[in-house]
């Protein structure tokens, strides 16, 4: 399944998508995709699904704004330099356990919403990554393959940070990750029957119809399942937890000269199986 939320800001209701045009609307059996849904699994939303297709009863979406697929989760944790050929951009040598660092869960958005610039900054970066969503309480687990079963889906995000605070405000990445609007999320989460290989996804971004990503998920130095089973040794995972699983080269930063965000600009970006995204980038808010 293809799941997706839908409607203003605040207000956005669950369904499931049928194709680029239409969905089946869900409000009435699930309240959201949030902690409880995911703990709880989703095969009886599928046979559901299943039938209310079968019987016709799909909605257009007809323009209706897409929100985030998954309600705020419990934390947004983050893998850095998670690519072998965004590490040698970077010039840092390749990791020998996964970086960890954290994100706001507000700074979480749509994946057509805006991006607004932070207060202070004036280098703002993109990152196509690959999200996992946790379904089940994780805690210890004992290796990678029992991660999978751990694993409600995967989704499209951009990490977006601002690099003036993650590398020159005291060395707390987190800084540089939190802003207002820096985790657009979406359009949907693919359930993992929906992916046939994740660790050969392609990934791209594109800044003002400019190519600045091109990757693929085999250059991952640890894959999810590593990642879920790793991260289980020193916390709790929670269901509805979102990970940023790091980016393939081509960010602003590492380009030489360097290149980041300005008022006016589109990002654009995409994994297969996870559908695309795109952001207009507003000034800093004044108030």
């Given amino acids: 399944m293809q799941l997706m939320r839908i409607g203003n800001p605040g207000q956005e209701k669950p369904v499931v998508r049928v194709d680029d045009d239409s969905y089946v609307d869900v409000s009435d059996l699930v309240t959201d995709y949030d902690a409880d849904f995911f703990a709880n699994g989703y095969d009886a939303l599928r046979a559901q699904v299943a039938q209310r297709r079968a019987a016709g009863a799909t909605h257009r979406f007809d323009g209706v704004r897409i929100g985030a697929p998954i309600a705020r989760p419990?934390?947004?944790?983050?893998?850095?330099?998670?690519?072998?050929?965004?590490?040698?951009?970077?010039?840092?040598?390749?990791?020998?356990?996964?970086?960890?660092?954290?994100?706001?869960?507000?700074?979480?958005?749509?994946?057509?919403?805006?991006?607004?610039?932070?207060?202070?900054?004036?280098?703002t970066d993109w990152e196509v990554e690959l999200g996992i969503v946790i379904g089940r309480r994780a805690s210890y687990l004992a290796g990678p393959d029992e991660a999978r079963d751990h694993i409600a889906g995967f989704v499209l995000v951009n990490d977006v940070s601002e690099r003036a605070f993650q590398l020159e405000r005291g060395g707390q990445w987190s800084k540089g990750k939190s802003a207002a609007t820096f985790n657009p999320a979406g359009p949907w989460v693919a359930t993992p029957?929906?992916?046939?290989?994740?660790?050969?996804?392609?990934?791209?971004?594109?800044?003002?119809?400019?190519?600045?990503?091109?990757?693929?998920?085999?250059?991952?130095?640890?894959?999810?399942?590593?990642?879920?089973?790793?991260?289980?040794?020193?916390?709790?995972?929670?269901?509805?937890?979102?990970?940023?699983?790091?980016?393939?080269?081509?960010?602003?930063?590492?380009?030489?000269?360097?290149?980041?965000?300005?008022?006016?600009?589109?990002?654009?970006?995409?994994?297969?199986?996870?559908?695309?995204?795109?952001?207009?980038?507003?000034?800093?808010?004044?108030?």
């Fill in 74 to 123: 419990h934390q947004i944790l983050c893998i850095g330099l998670n690519y072998s050929d965004h590490a040698a951009e970077t010039g840092q040598a390749v990791p020998d356990e996964p970086i960890l660092f954290t994100k706001s869960p507000n700074t979480m958005v749509g994946p057509y919403d805006e991006v607004r610039l932070p207060r202070g900054g004036d280098k």
């Fill in 193 to 287: 029957d929906e992916i046939a290989d994740v660790g050969e996804l392609g990934m791209w971004l594109d800044v003002n119809g400019v190519r600045r990503q091109t990757g693929s998920t085999s250059t991952m130095i640890f894959d999810p399942y590593f990642i879920v089973h790793y991260l289980s040794q020193f916390m709790v995972l929670e269901p509805g937890d979102l990970i940023n699983t790091g980016t393939p080269p081509g960010v602003g930063m590492g380009l030489e000269p360097p290149v980041f965000l300005a008022e006016g600009d589109v990002m654009e970006l995409g994994i297969d199986g996870l559908g695309s995204q795109r952001q207009r980038v507003l000034a800093a808010s004044v108030s």
